[in-house]
């Protein structure tokens, strides 16, 4: 996080004091074959970054996805746990979510990360895990794949139930009656 806060211009000890070197934020690499070269000519986001009041860990696993609308959807986890070494700031209450951003710019420039959100303004709760995108073969919607929890997710946990649901393609948001359960505990 404190190189994410030095390329933006940002004070790390503002930002993400409670454990500066160890916590992570985004930023995403474009690249271009050079054929002169014979080698990629690489671009870098803007960094994505949360403070720990936001997310304890800072903001990890991204997932990207380009949309049909030409957005590029970014999904990354956060999470809420509280570690004495850490020193974080995160409210004891803090919610647990899935956090996005997007760019409309090809990748250059990303959105200041907010919690995710199914079509109907409702909030996607999930654990700190791992999600995926995955489009379609048979119809070419875009799916993501992860755990959606209640409120009371804690960190990695729980890692369950299991849940799918398709994307929309203008505003990057989760199809809310598209929401499935695939397996749960």
Request: charge should be neutral; glycine fraction near 6%; hydrophobic fraction near 35%.
């Amino acid at each position: 996080i404190d190189v994410g806060c030095r390329l933006a211009g940002l004070d790390v000890n503002v930002v993400f004091p409670s454990c500066p070197t160890l916590h992570c934020c985004i930023v995403v690499a474009r690249g271009k074959y050079n054929k002169e070269t014979e080698r990629y000519d690489l671009t870098f986001s803007n960094p994505v970054i949360l403070s720990d009041l936001r997310s304890s860990r800072g903001i990890d696993e991204p997932i990207l996805a380009e949309l049909e609308s030409g957005r590029i959807l970014l999904v990354m986890r956060g999470s809420n746990v509280r570690h004495r070494p850490w020193k974080t700031r995160i409210d004891r209450s803090a919610p647990s979510f899935k956090w996005y951003a997007y760019s409309d710019d090809g990748g250059a420039i990303f959105t200041t990360a907010e919690p995710w959100h199914f079509d109907d303004r409702e909030v996607i709760y999930s654990s700190a895990t791992i999600s995926a995108f995955r489009r379609s073969s048979k119809n070419g919607k875009l799916y993501w794949f992860g755990n959606i929890t209640d409120h009371t997710a804690h960190g990695n946990w729980p890692r369950f139930p299991l849940c799918m649901a398709e994307v929309n393609e203008e505003s990057g948001l989760l199809k809310k009656e598209t929401y499935t359960v695939i397996d749960t505990r």
